[in-house]
């Protein structure tokens, strides 16, 4: 009991500041990178990844496996989104002697990461296993569809009942434009349709993916790379 508070009090730490301050839109978004690269100095790994429910997913996967990331200086930056890999990478340059470096992203931006890193890195990735060995892993096709596959749509709707949303998802499947879909598309849409919520639920359905030892490939490969 008292280590499963230890891991709420840590994820709640990580998530507060990013839950909160989404509300400000994309000064969050800015904030939440300027907190990380304040971190890569003294890092020994910098993940980069597209956003803040990235960053908000891998920190709440390590902390549910009572891992510090912190203390193993382990930074996760979201960058803004895929097409500023490049970017990102160019200003770690200085660093690359000494920091290791590792990342996420989606599938509709996988071939952004990878040219951004054969550009940087001196390398010549042709495929998601050469991405791979690097370090930098691919979610199918995003991180809510991984979560999705991974809980099943009846434990994210008795997640959502926990949470008193189910009501609101009931009323998103009658809309016209998402009544009859499948599930997981109506599930999908629902997560992603506020940012807020898009946060809140990143925490939330890794936190039951550690519970239940179905952690998405992509996070739990990262995490055991780094």
Not at 91 to 98: C, D, F, I, M, S
Not at 208 to 223: G, K, Q, T
Request: proline share 3%.
């Amino acid at each position: 009991m008292i280590a499963a508070m230890a891991t709420t009090r840590r994820v709640n730490l990580i998530t507060a500041g990013a839950i909160d301050g989404h509300l400000g839109g994309n000064a969050a978004s800015i904030r939440a990178t300027e907190r990380a690269l304040a971190k890569v100095e003294s890092a020994a790994v910098v993940v980069l990844v597209e956003g803040i429910s990235d960053q908000l997913a891998l920190e709440t996967a390590a902390a549910g496996r009572g891992r510090d990331l912190e203390a193993e200086r382990v930074v996760i930056v979201p960058i803004g989104g895929a097409h500023a890999i490049g970017r990102f990478l160019n200003r770690l340059a200085p660093l690359r002697a000494r920091v290791r470096l590792a990342g996420l992203c989606d599938l509709r931006e996988e071939q952004v990461f990878r040219r951004g890193l054969n550009m940087t890195q001196a390398v010549s990735l042709r495929t998601r296993t050469d991405m791979e060995h690097l370090g930098f892993y691919v979610c199918v096709n995003d991180l809510e569809e991984e979560l999705i596959h991974a809980l099943g749509t009846t434990e994210i709707e008795a997640l959502l009942d926990s949470q008193g949303d189910l009501r609101s998802f009931r009323s998103f499947q009658g809309q016209p434009a998402w009544r009859g879909r499948k599930p997981e598309t109506q599930l999908w849409r629902f997560l992603r349709s506020s940012s807020h919520r898009n946060l809140r639920y990143a925490r939330l359905l890794v936190e039951a993916a550690v519970d239940r030892n179905a952690v998405p490939r992509p996070l739990d490969a990262l995490l055991t790379a780094v």
